[in-house]
């Protein structure tokens, strides 16, 4: 069974660009969750979409934002790139994400490295 | 305020050594709690979960514990192995608004 993708792996972007990242979640899985890693602040949660509904949100302004499709595919986008967007950017899946009172393993991507100049 | 805090932030010890890490949180209400281990330059991988009413969980030479009345968790690692070195993050999942928190992570090397 194929992990989960993401893509692009690395990305360099100037300040005020957007960018578009894509993640492929495990076959089966319908919840997919995107966070931001940086050496400061650790993993932050950004957004958790479940059959192409956002269920969960993060404290990330409205420049981040991202949708799920038909096939649980997400895309994650970011516009006007500021320097400190610069991080690493994971997507997880998991067969139902975060049920309540319920225990459900996320499986994480490699990551996008995102890098903004 | 909903929070996890590691200890240490950082860890150095000789292969072959057992080591703990350490993790508090003051987050309410708990649904449950895990541990992840990551590679440099690699998305974090499950090493073990544990709900209210489970006190200890092991995965190979890795043992979680959890005392729910302290709101503490600790992981173990024993007979350390130089593929240990990575950051073992710590999370707290809340049982209202499915939230999750994230502790910074303690970053573990082995030295051989």
């Known amino acids: 069974k194929a992990g989960v993708t993401q893509t692009p792996r690395y990305l360099i972007k100037t300040r005020g660009q957007q960018v578009t990242l894509s993640c492929s979640p495990i076959s089966g899985h319908r919840s997919v969750s995107w966070y931001q890693q940086t050496p400061g602040q650790g993993l932050q949660f950004l957004f958790e979409y479940f059959s192409e509904t956002q269920r969960n949100k993060g404290n990330f302004p409205g420049r981040f934002s991202g949708r799920q499709f038909s096939n649980s595919r997400s895309e994650m986008n970011v516009s006007t790139l500021e320097l400190g967007d610069s991080a690493l950017y994971l997507c997880?899946?998991?067969?139902?994400?975060?049920?309540?009172?319920?225990?459900?393993?996320?499986?994480f991507g490699p990551g996008t490295r995102l890098t903004v100049l | 305020k909903n929070q996890v805090e590691q200890s240490p932030q950082s860890l150095i010890i000789l292969e072959g050594k057992n080591c703990t890490l350490q993790?508090?949180?003051?987050?309410?209400?708990?649904?449950?709690l895990r541990w992840y281990k990551q590679d440099t330059g690699r998305g974090p991988v499950s090493l073990t979960i544990m709900t209210f009413s489970e006190n200890t969980k092991s995965n190979g030479r890795y043992t979680a514990t959890l005392d729910a009345d302290t709101k503490q968790s600790s992981l173990h690692i024993t007979a350390s192995q130089l593929s240990d070195s990575a950051s073992y993050i710590c999370?707290?999942?809340?049982?209202?608004?499915?939230?999750?928190?994230f502790g910074k992570g303690t970053r573990l090397h082995i030295l051989p």
């Open positions: 997880a899946s998991s067969p139902w994400g975060q049920v309540r009172g319920e225990s459900d393993t996320q499986y």
């Open positions: 993790c508090n949180y003051t987050v309410s209400p708990f649904s449950n």
């Open positions: 999370v707290v999942s809340m049982n209202r608004d499915d939230k999750i928190i």
